[in-house]
């Protein structure tokens, strides 16, 4: 498959790129034909699998002209030569524009509500399990607020609905993040190398959030496991 070199850190062998189906692959310089400089924009071939590109390599390095015998013609070089014009076009094509994936607190919690919303696949490291909790607990605690308020302002302590908007909306709210809650603690189990299954510990009162927050709190696994690539941002 053809990507497109979104970021390579040389000092640390580890980069991501964008492939022709719009898909984010890692790959490491262990991952690399032959070791080189892999700039930002740089066009590649590679082979895909669970999430990261192996066997990368340059299309420039191997579209480069062929070295020709002295005793070759001066029109055969010329004919193999490419064109000023076309060279550029491997630069860019698919998704290549696409910035990659946040790697901030809200990015994290973002993604989570919206494309990982029923997502239980792949892994996710602790910054993304906790940048999500941190923006759930702030937005759980406006939404609150909000009922509060409205609920103060329309005398429902007073009455036979006390705090009816308050419950209302922090009930939908939690309904609402339910699921993306419940797949973030299963690829924060699986970033860990346990079976996602583990979270039905969470049903045992006390005890079992206890035993979820341990988790969460282990280092991510600096390998890949059954469950997918290393995710972006942590050093190999």
């Not at 892999?38 to 070295?67: L, N, W, Y």
């Not at 696949?121 to 702030?138: D, H, I, M, N, S």
């Not at 308050?166 to 860990?192: K, Q």
Request: proline share 6%; charged share 15%; aromatic share 12%.
């Amino acid at each position: 498959m053809r990507g497109e070199v979104l970021h390579y850190d040389e000092e640390q062998g580890f980069g991501f790129i964008t492939g022709a189906d719009g898909n984010r692959y890692t790959f490491t310089r262990e991952n690399l034909r032959a070791e080189t400089a892999m700039p930002k924009g740089t066009a590649v071939e590679f082979q895909p699998g669970g999430g990261q590109a192996r066997d990368v390599f340059s299309i420039a390095a191997q579209t480069a002209a062929p070295v020709v015998d002295a005793g070759t013609s001066a029109a055969q070089p010329q004919a193999n030569k490419p064109s000023a014009a076309a060279a550029p076009q491997a630069q860019h094509f698919g998704r290549a524009s696409e910035p990659a994936e946040p790697t901030d607190l809200w990015g994290y919690f973002w993604r989570g509500v919206t494309r990982n919303y029923f997502n239980f696949a792949g892994r996710a490291r602790r910054k993304e399990y906790w940048g999500y909790c941190l923006f759930w607990t702030v937005c759980l605690l406006i939404i609150g607020g909000i009922g509060l308020f409205t609920d103060t302002d329309m005398g429902h302590f007073d009455s036979d609905v006390s705090a009816a908007v308050t419950v209302g909306l922090c009930g939908t709210f939690l309904l609402a993040t339910f699921l993306p809650s419940l797949g973030m603690i299963v690829r924060r189990l699986h970033d860990i190398g346990l079976s996602g299954w583990l979270c039905l510990l969470i049903l045992i009162p006390t005890i079992g959030s206890l035993i979820i927050l341990v988790f969460a709190l282990i280092p991510t696994q600096a390998r890949e496991n059954q469950w997918g690539p290393v995710p972006a941002g942590i050093r190999t």
